[in-house]
């Protein structure tokens, strides 16, 4: 069994996000992806958040995806949590009513959640206490104020997601973008904070520290800045994969038939080279995300 954290997956995708760039995948697309890397489920993960160059897309549209190919998709919701009124006037309980019906509705969380907002910001706030209280997952993009992108502003050494993390401690939080995963090592600069560092782990980072330290946060493995943070420095992954075996996902992120996620064959040589234990392996690949959505896959 393999499952996929983070696809973004459309019925018709029509819009390019940036000039010379394709569309995003269709379903259609993603199961060709999937049958290629021997992916038996993916996440469907929408980018609805103001600042996210993509197309905008329904939960009604997701869920006939997954109507569409049964057994295949699992859902997400997405919402900006700027969106139901004022920012300032915004509670909880606008969110919670929300979240409620996706949950209802099969959404296993919410994400991705790209909003160029603080993660201490009021409306941020009132949406993650709804997300902890209906059990909805979390899957984050992250960056730096002073990057002209998107994703939840914080700082180097992530401050502001500690103090998420700890107000809201039975919240599940799927981890993933450059901001998140540099923070693997502990060398971090303002110029290495967003990017793909390669030099090799140093002892100190704030990722493994907030993992030890909060059992809600998992990472999502997806995109170049996840492998990035394994392959960057083998002999240091092999140990990160070993301690928290139970707290990372298999994630690809492919947003384009263009893209080359190798994932899935570099952990499997790992596991095949003895470098990760075959239950680590399972864990990553399918078994963290079955338990943690509650799936019933492993029976």
Same mark, same amino acid.
């Given at each position: 069994? @393999?499952?996929?954290? &983070?696809?973004?997956?459309? $019925?018709?995708?029509?819009?390019?996000?940036?000039?010379?760039?394709?569309?995003?995948?269709?379903?259609?697309?993603?199961?060709?992806?999937?049958?290629?890397?021997?992916?038996?489920?993916?996440?469907?993960?929408?980018?609805?958040?103001?600042?996210? !160059?993509?197309?905008?897309?329904?939960?009604?549209?997701?869920?006939?995806?997954?109507?569409?190919? !049964?057994?295949?998709?699992?859902?997400?919701? =997405?919402?900006? !949590?700027?969106?139901?009124? &004022?920012?300032?006037?915004?509670? $909880? /309980? =606008?969110?919670? %009513?929300?979240?409620?019906?996706?949950?209802?509705?099969?959404?296993?969380?919410?994400? #991705?959640?790209?909003?160029?907002?603080?993660?201490? /910001?009021?409306?941020?706030?009132?949406?993650?206490?709804?997300?902890?209280?209906? +059990?909805?997952?979390?899957?984050?993009?992250?960056?730096?104020?002073?990057?002209?992108?998107?994703?939840?502003?914080?700082?180097?050494? *992530?401050?502001?997601?500690?103090?998420?993390?700890?107000?809201?401690? #039975?919240?599940?939080?799927?981890?993933?973008?450059?901001?998140?995963?540099?923070?693997?090592?502990?060398?971090?600069?303002?110029?290495?904070?967003?990017?793909?560092?390669?030099?090799?782990?140093?002892?100190?980072?704030?990722?493994?520290?907030?993992?030890?330290?909060?059992? +809600?946060? &998992?990472?999502?493995?997806?995109?170049?800045?996840? *492998?990035?943070?394994?392959?960057?420095? !083998?002999?240091?992954?092999? =140990?990160?994969?070993?301690? %928290?075996?139970?707290? *990372?996902?298999?994630?690809?992120?492919?947003?384009?038939?263009?893209?080359?996620?190798? &994932? @899935?064959?570099?952990?499997?040589?790992?596991?095949?080279?003895?470098?990760?234990?075959?239950? $680590? %392996?399972?864990?990553?690949?399918?078994?963290? /995300?079955?338990?943690?959505?509650?799936?019933?896959?492993?029976?």
């Amino acid at each position: 069994m @393999v499952i996929d954290v &983070h696809a973004h997956v459309y $019925a018709d995708p029509r819009i390019k996000p940036h000039p010379g760039s394709t569309t995003f995948m269709s379903a259609e697309d993603q199961i060709a992806v999937m049958e290629r890397l021997g992916v038996d489920k993916a996440v469907i993960l929408p980018l609805n958040c103001a600042e996210c !160059p993509a197309e905008t897309q329904s939960i009604g549209e997701v869920l006939s995806i997954c109507e569409a190919y !049964p057994g295949r998709f699992i859902p997400f919701c =997405e919402m900006d !949590p700027r969106l139901p009124r &004022h920012p300032d006037a915004i509670e $909880a /309980a =606008e969110f919670e %009513f929300y979240l409620g019906q996706y949950r209802d509705l099969g959404c296993k969380g919410i994400g #991705e959640l790209t909003a160029r907002i603080p993660w201490d /910001a009021h409306p941020m706030l009132c949406m993650l206490e709804a997300a902890e209280k209906v +059990g909805m997952i979390v899957t984050f993009h992250t960056i730096t104020e002073d990057v002209n992108s998107y994703g939840v502003i914080d700082e180097v050494g *992530l401050p502001r997601l500690e103090s998420v993390l700890k107000r809201f401690p #039975e919240l599940v939080m799927f981890g993933h973008s450059p901001g998140f995963w540099s923070e693997i090592s502990g060398n971090v600069t303002v110029e290495s904070k967003n990017g793909y560092p390669d030099a090799p782990v140093t002892p100190g980072g704030v990722l493994p520290r907030l993992m030890r330290e909060c059992p +809600g946060l &998992h990472g999502d493995l997806s995109a170049g800045s996840g *492998l990035n943070a394994l392959q960057r420095d !083998p002999a240091h992954a092999w =140990e990160f994969i070993d301690e %928290f075996q139970d707290r *990372l996902l298999l994630g690809l992120d492919f947003c384009s038939v263009d893209n080359d996620m190798q &994932h @899935v064959d570099w952990l499997t040589a790992a596991r095949n080279d003895g470098n990760i234990s075959g239950e $680590a %392996f399972e864990k990553v690949m399918w078994r963290n /995300a079955d338990r943690l959505m509650s799936l019933g896959l492993a029976g």
